[in-house]
């Protein structure tokens, strides 16, 4: 199922989603926060578009977008400063025109790889991540293309 409720004027999450809540859009909104578990309720969310909103890294639950079932997420034109925690299977990430300052892999890297084969096996999925219009001066860590094995559009 699709839920589109863009450009609704929402302050807060909307409630009580269908759990068979697939595609969620909530771009052009004033959304603030996400509250801590939102995603438990629709667990077979894969698109998931915040576009446009207030967004700020203290309105982020503490386990960020660490969905299993979420494959895009799109969180550009908000007030972010730092990378979300993502899942292994997130492979398009949109956070371009936020305030991120600095890439820190540590942090934006979803698991931890032991091993190269392992990781080509079981690592992240990303194959696309844009980050133009941050704040971000130049080096990029190199870990980024190390950690995102299968990225394949990085745009800065």
Do not use: W
């Not at 091993?115 to 870990?143: C, V």
């Amino acid at each position: 199922m699709q839920l589109n409720m863009a450009k609704n004027a929402l302050r807060n999450m909307p409630p009580r989603l269908p759990a068979n809540t697939m595609q969620l859009f909530l771009d052009n909104n004033s959304i603030e926060a996400i509250p801590e578990n939102y995603f438990n309720v629709i667990p077979k969310v894969a698109f998931l578009r915040l576009n446009h909103n207030k967004l700020s890294d203290a309105g982020l639950p503490s386990k960020g977008f660490d969905v299993s079932s979420i494959l895009d997420l799109q969180l550009s034109h908000n007030q972010l400063t730092n990378f979300p925690r993502i899942n292994a299977n997130l492979q398009h990430l949109h956070l371009d025109h936020n305030k991120i300052k600095n890439v820190n892999i540590s942090v934006i890297c979803p698991t931890t790889l032991r091993a190269e084969q392992d990781a080509f096996i079981h690592g992240p999925q990303l194959s696309y991540l844009r980050l133009d219009g941050n704040e971000i001066k130049p080096p990029i860590p190199i870990d980024i293309v190390t950690c995102f094995k299968l990225l394949q559009a990085f745009i800065i």
